[in-house]
């Protein structure tokens, strides 16, 4: 008996290393795909490219008194109360640019300093776009013209006995543009004196380049249709947010052809 079961019990043996060894082999391709963490951890990442260098416009206020980088709204009573007291030095004072004539002839609603909105203190919108949105767009501009200046001077420096150092400086794309970029009014001014009428006139400009000789800067100057109020203020501000975006891009299309020599 004992010498029948022999062969059963190594048949059964070998079936049982035939079956693991099948199952080792089948899940080791599997098992080799997959990477292992240490692997992953030892693979090299290549380095990213670092960002191109920007030119910016340098913001300056110019003959604008601090309160310029904010929204203000002009509204009737600030007229009313300059006519009143035309005489008095407190006209100058309420006036947002430094170049003011005291008396009835001396000023326009647009030069009024206005007030600035609480409720938008801590909102982009109620920044000077000159300051923000169209210093970016404009920047991109002034960014073009500077690296075609660096490569002219680049491609000179090479071929004009220059130095090492002077060559590498050459290629340097400014960081800063030569040209200011001078804010103009970001307000919002009643639209008339008379009446009871609640409409505001959105109004924003802004000039590129210094001022010379028989050479004016650049500027723009927008102007939205008289809106009431309650329009403005509405969907927090979504009129004056739609309004914003149409000044800019005005603003840079009229800024941005400004002739390359004046950047």
Same mark, same amino acid.
């Given at each position: 008996?004992?010498? %029948?079961? #022999?062969?059963?019990?190594?048949?059964?043996?070998?079936?049982?290393?035939?079956?693991?060894?099948?199952?080792?082999?089948?899940?080791?391709?599997?098992?080799?795909?997959?990477?292992?963490?240490?692997?992953?951890?030892?693979?090299?990442?290549?380095?990213?490219?670092?960002?191109?260098?920007?030119?910016?416009?340098?913001?300056?206020?110019?003959?604008?008194?601090?309160?310029?980088?904010?929204?203000?709204?002009? $509204?009737?009573?600030?007229?009313?109360?300059?006519?009143?007291?035309?005489?008095?030095?407190?006209?100058?004072?309420?006036?947002?640019?430094?170049?003011?004539?005291?008396?009835?002839?001396?000023?326009? %609603?647009?030069?009024?300093?206005?007030?600035?909105?609480?409720?938008?203190?801590?909102?982009?919108?109620?920044?000077?776009?000159?300051?923000?949105?169209?210093?970016?767009?404009?920047?991109?501009?002034?960014?073009?013209?500077?690296?075609? $200046?660096?490569?002219?001077?680049?491609?000179?420096?090479?071929?004009?006995?220059?130095? #090492?150092?002077?060559?590498?400086?050459?290629?340097?794309?400014? %960081?800063?543009?030569?040209?200011?970029?001078?804010?103009?009014?970001?307000?919002?001014?009643?639209?008339?004196?008379?009446?009871?009428?609640?409409?505001? $006139?959105?109004?924003?400009?802004?000039?590129?380049?210094?001022?010379?000789?028989?050479?004016?800067?650049?500027?723009?100057?927008?102007?939205?249709?008289?809106?009431?109020?309650?329009?403005?203020?509405?969907?927090?501000?979504? $009129?004056?947010?739609?309004?914003?975006?149409?000044?800019?891009?005005?603003?840079?299309?009229?800024?941005?052809?400004?002739?390359?020599?004046?950047?």
């Amino acid at each position: 008996m004992k010498f %029948k079961k #022999r062969p059963h019990a190594a048949f059964a043996c070998g079936i049982a290393l035939a079956i693991s060894g099948f199952s080792a082999h089948a899940v080791e391709p599997e098992a080799s795909a997959v990477p292992s963490a240490t692997a992953a951890a030892d693979t090299p990442v290549p380095p990213q490219p670092s960002a191109a260098p920007q030119t910016r416009l340098l913001f300056n206020r110019g003959f604008y008194r601090p309160g310029i980088e904010r929204l203000r709204v002009v $509204r009737r009573d600030g007229t009313i109360t300059n006519i009143v007291g035309q005489v008095a030095l407190s006209v100058a004072v309420s006036m947002l640019t430094g170049t003011t004539t005291v008396g009835a002839q001396g000023f326009t %609603k647009d030069n009024l300093a206005g007030d600035t909105l609480e409720e938008l203190k801590d909102d982009p919108l109620g920044v000077n776009p000159a300051i923000s949105d169209l210093n970016d767009a404009l920047s991109k501009v002034a960014t073009d013209i500077y690296r075609k $200046r660096a490569e002219a001077a680049y491609a000179t420096a090479l071929k004009d006995g220059s130095t #090492r150092e002077e060559i590498e400086e050459a290629r340097q794309v400014q %960081k800063e543009a030569d040209t200011p970029l001078h804010p103009g009014p970001w307000h919002l001014v009643y639209e008339n004196l008379a009446g009871s009428d609640e409409l505001f $006139r959105l109004k924003f400009g802004a000039e590129l380049g210094r001022a010379g000789f028989m050479r004016p800067p650049f500027a723009c100057l927008y102007q939205s249709e008289p809106v009431a109020w309650t329009q403005w203020k509405a969907d927090n501000w979504q $009129r004056l947010r739609e309004e914003r975006a149409k000044a800019v891009a005005a603003c840079t299309e009229t800024l941005a052809a400004t002739p390359e020599k004046r950047w």
